[in-house]
């Protein structure tokens, strides 16, 4: 925001939930608030990373009543009811949705509730293109929620490509980046945590942070532990929960490897964890960025990720960290063992990986992108 402009009054929606969408849309709303704008997070319960006060944030609860009469409670237009409510009692002037089903379709259905006029920027995350974007009984509706937004924002060159090979909406999707608050994630002594958990001096920490969906492909990664630890003493540390927990558990019960698993669970300090890490795997079969490689990187920490989707606009291969074909699981651990056995390289890769972060996702860089949309949408500033 310059002298000249005015501050804007924002609303957001996000699914609140764990996730990088969440933490993206709620990190981009504390900092936009700390620029001196008004932010509106209008969702259906208060985004996880939102607890405590913030100035100029308002945290509005979308309710959804479920009548005997419905089948399914209508979220979606109980959503755009409250958009809609808040865009007129609040004066908005964006709207900003992450997701473009059910949340870039809801806003559009507020504005034409509103009162008045109001912007809209969409930004697309992942699942909803590269799951549901194959989804007949979903398509038409995404292609819609796209081509009404104002602008569209894709979190990597990836994801904006494969929504153009998807669904060919006739409008521009724009890359926007994710970002890391690097007061947040930073390098870090942790060597108290090395001993809570027993990791000994000698020993490599290997280190995975996700949801243990499917998608995420976690059996790889313990795997790829399994031929790194036959060559040299190293943990793997699996934080987070989800449905392929147990068959992770499952996978390593009775191995010579399962005692140097820590599987911590969710966590709420995980800053802390990825500064105790050597290197963060991410060996996604769909990932459209992987923002836990940033956390990663912020905390000086190079990433192995598999080439797909956005990693390797993140992991920039034999610089700071290295990308493998899915599954390729030896490939991975030869990469792995080499590095960490390399302390010159190792060093100068933990350098780049924080230059990365510095220079291609800083918050202030990012958030000043999605600032310049949303004057170039917002009614009264066009
Ligand atoms: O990866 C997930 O399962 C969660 C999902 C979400 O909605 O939060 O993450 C997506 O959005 C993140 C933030 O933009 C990206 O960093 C993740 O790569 C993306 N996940 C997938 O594409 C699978």
Do not use: W
């Amino acid at each position: 925001m310059t002298d000249n402009q005015k501050k804007l009054k924002i609303g957001i929606t996000c699914y609140p939930t764990v996730g990088g969408s969440g933490i993206i849309a709620t990190e981009l709303g504390k900092q936009l608030a700390q620029k001196g704008h008004e932010i509106h997070f209008i969702t259906s319960s208060m985004p996880f990373r939102l607890k405590g006060f913030y100035q100029s944030i308002t945290y509005h609860e979308v309710e959804v009543n479920n009548y005997s009469v419905f089948q399914y409670a209508p979220y979606d237009i109980a959503l755009a009811n409250k958009i809609a409510e808040v865009i007129d009692e609040e004066q908005l002037d964006v709207l900003h949705m992450h997701y473009a089903i059910p949340h870039a379709v809801c806003a559009i259905l507020a504005r034409d509730m509103a009162k008045r006029d109001v912007g809209i920027v969409t930004t697309l995350h992942g699942t909803d293109i590269t799951v549901l974007g194959v989804d007949s009984s979903l398509k038409g509706a995404i292609r819609y929620g796209i081509e009404k937004s104002d602008v569209v924002t894709a979190v990597s060159n990836s994801l904006a490509n494969q929504t153009n090979d998807l669904l060919a909406p006739d409008r521009e999707i724009q890359t926007v980046y994710n970002f890391i608050d690097t007061t947040d994630y930073f390098p870090q002594d942790v060597s108290h945590l090395r001993k809570i958990l027993g990791i000994g001096p000698d020993e490599k920490v290997l280190l995975h942070v996700s949801n243990f969906r499917k998608v995420k492909r976690v059996q790889d990664i313990v795997k790829t532990f399994s031929y790194v630890r036959k060559q040299m003493p190293c943990k793997l540390v699996l934080v987070g929960d989800g449905p392929e927990r147990h068959p992770i558990l499952e996978q390593a019960k009775g191995t010579d490897y399962e005692q140097d698993i820590l599987f911590l669970g969710k966590q709420e300090n995980v800053a802390e964890l990825y500064a105790l890490a050597d290197l963060f795997l991410l060996m996604s079969e769909k990932e459209s960025f992987g923002l836990v490689l940033l956390e990663a990187m912020a905390c000086g920490v190079p990433c192995i990720g598999t080439d797909i989707g956005g990693i390797p606009e993140v992991i920039s291969h034999g610089s700071n960290g290295y990308v493998v074909p899915k599954g390729a699981v030896e490939r991975a651990a030869l990469l792995i063992v080499e590095l960490l056995t390399n302390e010159k390289k190792y060093k100068e890769f933990q350098q780049n990986a924080l230059k990365t972060v510095a220079n291609t996702f800083n918050n202030d860089q990012i958030i000043s992108q999605y600032e310049a949309l949303y004057y170039q949408v917002a009614p009264d500033e066009r």
